[in-house]
């Protein structure tokens, strides 16, 4: 994988993968539900990371202004503000099963224009044919049936639109909260996988694409960079998680601060020093022939 990683929260490395046509089947077992319940705690842990991933995932798309959108599994609207501040749409649709994702959507600033439904991408409440740009960000991996939901992208695409999406690079330890997963481990926990974590890999990616029919299918992966005032605001913002929950709910207090030191460890860092980590995703596009 011919990566090289940035050092800064603004500079963006894309790479171009053609990789193998070889979707890998659904054969880890589910983890637990995701429960996203809270809109304001999953802006600080993740809404962020994903608003970082979102300029480079745009650029890579290459669309031009006033397009109509579909946001599914929109959430708290962290992509859809970046989204409309640098797409100019003619209008935006954002969908998600979490009503408490949606109502921190709705209070943004950016997002006054935006219709929010609550729906499913398995079965999207919007007509076919609907969108000239359809996009799920962070978001395949939690799908049960994601090639079933790339079907529905088709079908609510227009002819000729296009299809995309960006999801952690799970396998490749590309989740921002990875040295608290890889600490963990060293330590005998068995982290919770997303239901459908096998999806987010380039391959599966590629081949989910082709599968449902898109055509001029690519993939590339998109490296960013989050700066934090010091190892303190990185394992405050961790705890909101809903993947590190469990976690940190099962450790005693003297787990838990054996934990931290651990991750920090890994981190190399220090209490009073700004911490820079980084995390990659990999994305996919096609169009609707
Ligand atoms: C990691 S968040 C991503 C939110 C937002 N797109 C972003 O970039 O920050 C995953 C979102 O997927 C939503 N989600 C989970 N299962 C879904 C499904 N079957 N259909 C649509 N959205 C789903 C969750 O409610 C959650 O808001």
Redesign the pocket.
Known sequence: MNLRPLATEHGTQVTRQEPPLTAKPPGSAPGPG?V?DDGAA??LV??R???L??EPFLHWLALPEELAWL??????????EQLVRRQAPMSVVG????PA?LDFARQRTGTSHVRFLV????ALPVPAASADAAV????LF???DPLR?VHELMRVTRRGGTLAA?HWDMEGGGFPLQPIIDAARADGYKPHQPPSAWAATLQSSQALWREAGATEVETCQLEVARGFDSFDSYWHTAQANPRMRDLFASLSPAGLQRLSERVRERLGASDDRPLVCTARANAVKGRRP
Do not use: K, N, R
């Open positions: 995701f996203f999953y802006e993740m809404g990371w994903s608003a991933v979102a946001d599914i599994g929109c959430g708290d609207g962290s992509f859809t969908v998600d099963p979490a994702q729906g499913d991408a398995l799920m960000a962070l978001v939690f799908v049960p939901s960006y």
